[in-house]
């Protein structure tokens, strides 16, 4: 059991100290902080406050115009321009924008924004709703409608929404859903990373070995069994820790850069979806990476050549992306048959469940049952594993599927 013990801490500490690992997570920490610190980012390269300029035929028109413009400009300054300084001003970049206001001889307002920049049509449907209202208390004046008759006439009817789905999805808001669906993908993408990195790792780590000779030395003082496992367990603890650190971050960056304060600028929080997309992420990913590990193993050991090992692995890299893609494609539909099928079979299932914890349909009863069989899968590629490898440590055969034919007839 020492040698076990010293096998599985060499291949960790290498790992751990790898340029690779550091780098990756240096990388992973500076786009967290960055991300948690992103209105701060913006607000450092921010030139302050807008200047916005309004042309307007008399004073009563301009102040409830800079009143009303507050709403949607609440940092921005206003100056009272003339109609032919307002263009100037912008080109001159004294001025962000500029609105001209004219009274048309109908008596209706129009209205143009002058600005640098292409102007969204979110902006010119929120000026022309602006003097609309204007010109509506304008003509309302000439006709002598009180203001009680006005407010009535301007009144609108209202429209309730009540969401009787069991789905807590329905329940949220649009933002609150575009971050739950982030944050899966996010998980999905960086599964998909750790997968097929630590797996080509294993595989890369055993085929040396065996290519190189130097089994031949290792196997004379501990034996197959003990040094397979050894090197397998070492590089999924390398994977947990990795998973580990990086929910560590996350917590950090919660907290430390009032990361609860930015989300709920957006009317974002951390609901009860949210947690179950991070806790159905992180046994996903464990057991999905010891699922993929295990896998490349097996490949490793068949391979007989260092430059057969990427042709060996071609089925682990082909299994891994049709999973990834089956997830990035059922993502905007967590409900659907395929998710729901996908989310039962091997290798697939990590993906599925991440993709399926989008929703309060997923059961706990369905995540236990997915891990289950996901893990009877992990069993039978240990015991194919301790197999390959033992019968085919010492042995040279070139081809992977001459390799398999002559493990199993044994």
Not at 119 to 141: C, F, R
Not at 254 to 274: H, P, T, Y
Request: proline share 2%.
């Amino acid at each position: 059991m020492h040698k076990f013990w010293a096998t599985f801490t060499l291949t960790y500490i290498k790992k751990i100290k790898a340029k690779s690992f550091v780098i990756f997570m240096i990388i992973i920490a500076a786009l967290m902080i960055g991300l948690s610190n992103i209105d701060k980012i913006i607000n450092m390269f921010d030139d302050g406050p807008d200047k916005i300029g309004v042309a307007a035929p008399n004073e009563q028109i301009y102040k409830v115009f800079k009143q009303q413009a507050n709403t949607f400009h609440s940092d921005a300054k206003f100056t009272k321009v003339s109609i032919e300084d307002a263009e100037k001003e912008v080109k001159k970049h004294k001025l962000d924008k500029a609105y001209i206001i004219k009274v048309n001889q109908n008596r209706t307002l129009q209205g143009t924004i002058i600005s640098e920049k292409r102007v969204s049509h979110e902006d010119s449907q929120k000026v022309q709703a602006l003097l609309t209202a204007i010109q509506t208390n304008m003509v309302a004046g000439e006709l002598n409608i009180n203001k009680e008759d006005l407010q009535k006439l301007q009144a609108q009817s209202k429209v309730d929404n009540k969401v009787i789905s069991n789905d807590e999805v329905d329940k949220v808001s649009e933002g609150q859903k575009i971050f739950n669906y982030a944050l899966a993908y996010g998980i999905i993408f960086l599964m998909f990373f750790i997968v097929l990195n630590y797996a080509s790792q294993i595989a890369m780590e055993i085929a040396s070995e065996k290519t190189s000779r130097v089994i031949e030395m290792i196997i004379t003082s501990i034996s197959p069994i003990q040094h397979i496992f050894a090197k397998i367990l070492g590089v999924i603890a390398v994977a947990v820790t990795q998973i580990i650190l990086i929910v560590l971050m996350a917590v950090i960056c919660i907290f430390a850069f009032d990361l609860k304060d930015l989300l709920q600028g957006f009317n974002v929080e951390m609901n009860q979806l949210s947690w179950q997309i991070i806790i159905v992420g992180i046994i996903s990913s464990i057991v999905g990476i010891t699922a993929y590990v295990l896998l490349a193993a097996i490949l490793g050991s068949l391979t007989s050549r260092i430059e057969d090992l990427n042709q060996s692995l071609m089925p682990l890299t082909l299994l891994g992306m049709i999973a990834f893609y089956i997830a990035i494609f059922t993502i905007n539909n967590p409900d659907g048959q395929l998710a729901l099928i996908t989310s039962y079979i091997p290798f697939l299932a990590p993906f599925q469940l991440v993709v399926r914890a989008q929703t309060s349909g997923l059961q706990i009863y369905e995540v236990i049952l997915s891990s289950l069989i996901s893990i009877v899968m992990v069993a039978v590629l240990i015991w194919i594993a301790i197999k390959t490898y033992k019968d085919s440590v010492l042995t040279f055969e070139r081809g992977l599927f001459n390799s398999m034919k002559r493990v199993f007839k044994k």
